[in-house]
């Protein structure tokens, strides 16, 4: 899976927010604001990359157990499916 290119990620007022560009703002109306995590994500998905792989990022940065960096992956995967933000 990858980050789909039709959003950018800025950081505004110390948030980080995924701004729709191109045709997909026309189709989009709002942002998609990120946590510390969800950031460190889509930063990865900037490259193809599994579920497996993202799951070892939170591993790495965070001192959390594999049953919840896996859990906090399932859920970021689910919501950037139903918004279209990521392709794969």
Known sequence: ???????????????SILLPVGGTAQKMSGL???????????????????ERELVEVLLQEYDVDEATAK?????????MRENGLIIG
């Open 1 to 15: 899976m990858k980050a789909n290119k039709d959003f950018i990620l800025r950081e505004i007022a110390g948030e």
């Open 32 to 50: 998609i604001d990120l946590n510390e995590s969800g950031t460190l994500l889509w930063k990865r998905l900037q490259e193809e990359c599994t």
């Open 71 to 79: 859990a906090d992956v399932e859920k970021f995967i689910v919501r």
